[in-house]
């Protein structure tokens, strides 16, 4: 199993930016893939998750900026994040697994190696 995060970059406070995560090594369309940061000198959160259905998912700091979405054709999901803000600052990370229970780390089995967001205010 293999999970490449990418498409992240340093912003401007109000700025955009999506982000993508590659999988390969398993049946993608059976799973949920959920994304989750980590900001400098903090533990690392729940922030978004799209289930093998389709349903989606956010924590309430990225609830109307943030928008998830799933294309199984290319085992890629996407993460569209408009209006940035400096306390978005954190690595990106996906994660694949088996429900969307953000505040459950252990439910994801495979991670990736993380794409890092800068927000600049």
């Known amino acids: 199993v293999q999970l490449q995060a990418f498409g992240g970059g340093l912003v401007q406070a109000g700025g955009s930016l999506r982000l993508s995560c590659a999988a390969s090594g398993f049946t993608f369309g059976d799973y949920a893939i959920g994304w989750f940061r980590q900001a400098p000198g903090k533990e690392r959160k729940g922030v978004s998750c799209i289930s093998s259905g389709g349903d989606k998912t956010y924590s309430q700091s990225v609830k109307g900026r943030f928008t998830i979405s799933r294309d199984d054709a290319k085992n890629t999901v996407s993460l569209q994040m408009n209006s940035l803000q400096p306390e978005d600052t954190a690595v990106y990370y996906c994660?694949?697994?088996?429900?969307?229970?953000?505040?459950?780390?252990?439910?994801?089995?495979?991670w990736g190696q993380g794409t890092v967001v800068t927000v600049s205010s």
């Open positions: 994660a694949v697994g088996l429900r969307c229970i953000l505040h459950i780390e252990d439910l994801y089995d495979y």
